[in-house]
């Protein structure tokens, strides 16, 4: 089965609807900037020592998920911020989830409500050797979390200082959820995503700051989801000159071996799919403990092997795909072989960002933001190098959605993450400018 290719800029260069209000530009010459406009830019460029003190201060606070105190403590440095600005904010308690749980501010107003997303945890724990914000040049800092996502943070809360010193955040309807949990999320993920979805209730627009590809030519439109699966195999034991006997059969591992095999043939190819096998045990025992991803084995040469267990991951850009591809890996690990038997077993994941004709609208406000900034064009990022991420949980429910457009850098996830400061101004003004037009649109 085909599915569509992700969504070409170009293609979307024209007026928005009628229902939605805004006026879009066809032609990428740049008009100039409004009064309003042009006081969130002096703006930005004049507080940027401040986004750097903020961006440092959090960085240097470890909100490794798992650290619940740390990720409490980010959240309360943000919640200070968005409590400044006149937001009504909450703290959601994670206990029914695992985890620390989340920030929650409102901003009431007569325009069209706006959700913006953003996270505080980072996949470097408390025990982690990298745990400080390390300024390298002018113009490059490296630090756990700083691109993903603290430096989207500081933009999302940057451009709301701007739009409140302009005058502009009072008439504006925004909501700001702050996850504690993205790197790792809590379980149910049903619940663990509540407060997100409640917020972007009757929501026109969601955008989420996060780092997406790297390059702030790029902003994300769309992104695949991902889940888990974990499979078992039973073979029949004997003594291993007797495999492939009638009434013995080929064994635990040969078993695994052709499932893994036939998920390859039959399924790689396909566009925005993949599937990956990260662990595999296998012996005459084998124990495996899926919550810490790992577990023991034993085995002998001379003896069949009774017992596999293996880990992995799938990701696809629509619920669609994922429904077709988990029922073809059933089928697949179904048709054993003699005297084996196997179960695959799929956990709740993170739901996929689909294309969309709305957010391709979006996309398009925002590169003529950019270009009326003078900053070029803005297109849009390959969903196979987009990630999960908690904006898909309002696919369906919120008309327009943009992501990817905070702090950009590069080593994600690794102790090389560094980010390029030069966004941090950049990516802020393009945020304000963009947030000030849609509060223009009629709710």
Request: glycine share 10%.
């Amino acid at each position: 089965m085909r599915f569509p290719a992700f969504s070409k800029q170009c293609a979307v260069m024209v007026a928005l609807a009628a229902g939605m209000g805004i006026a879009a530009t066809q032609a990428p010459a740049a008009t100039a900037l409004k009064t309003p406009e042009r006081k969130l830019v002096a703006h930005v460029e004049a507080h940027r020592s401040e986004a750097l003190t903020l961006l440092e201060r959090s960085v240097n606070i470890n909100s490794g998920t798992h650290n619940l105190k740390g990720v409490r403590e980010v959240g309360v440095i943000f919640r200070e911020a968005l409590d400044a600005l006149g937001f009504g904010t909450e703290w959601i308690e994670g206990e029914g989830f695992g985890r620390a749980g989340h920030l929650v501010a409102d901003h009431p107003g007569p325009s069209a409500r706006i959700v913006l997303i953003g996270h505080l945890a980072t996949v470097f724990e408390a025990d982690s050797s990298f745990q400080k914000f390390e300024r390298l040049d002018d113009a490059r800092a490296r630090g756990p979390g700083i691109i993903d996502m603290k430096g989207g943070d500081v933009i999302l809360v940057s451009a709301l200082r701007a739009l409140a010193a302009a005058g502009l955040l009072k008439k504006m309807n925004v909501a700001v959820v702050m996850t504690g949990d993205e790197e790792d999320p809590g379980h149910p993920l049903g619940r663990a995503r509540q407060a997100l979805v409640a917020a972007a209730r009757k929501a026109r627009f969601a955008i989420g700051f996060e780092d997406g590809d790297g390059d702030p030519k790029h902003a994300v439109t769309a992104r695949r989801g991902s889940t888990s699966w974990h499979m078992s195999v039973q073979g029949t034991p004997a003594h291993s000159s007797q495999i492939f006997r009638e009434d013995i059969g080929a064994g635990a591992i040969f078993e695994a071996a052709r499932i893994l095999e036939a998920f390859r043939a039959k399924l790689s190819g396909e566009p925005h799919l993949t599937f990956n096998p990260g662990l595999v045990l296998g012996g005459t025992s084998a124990q495996l403990d899926g919550e810490a991803s790992r577990g023991t084995a034993f085995g002998k040469s001379n003896v069949i092997a009774e017992h596999v267990e293996a880990l992995g991951d799938l990701r696809a850009l629509t619920r669609e795909q994922f429904e077709s591809a988990e029922a073809r890996m059933r089928e697949i690990v179904a048709a054993s072989l003699p005297h084996t038997q196997g179960r695959i077993d799929f956990e709740e994941g993170y739901p996929p960002l689909p294309p969309a004709e709305g957010n391709d609208r979006l996309l398009s406000l925002y590169n003529e933001v950019s270009q009326d900034l003078g900053l070029g064009p803005v297109t849009a990022t390959d969903p196979d190098k987009a990630g999960a991420a908690d904006v898909a949980y309002l696919a369906g429910q919120v008309p327009m959605i943009l992501d990817g457009i905070g702090l950009k850098g590069k080593g994600g996830h690794t102790v090389e993450e560094t980010a390029d400061l030069e966004t941090l101004t950049l990516q802020t003004k393009r945020a304000a400018v963009l947030l000030y037009r849609l509060s223009q649109t009629k709710p």
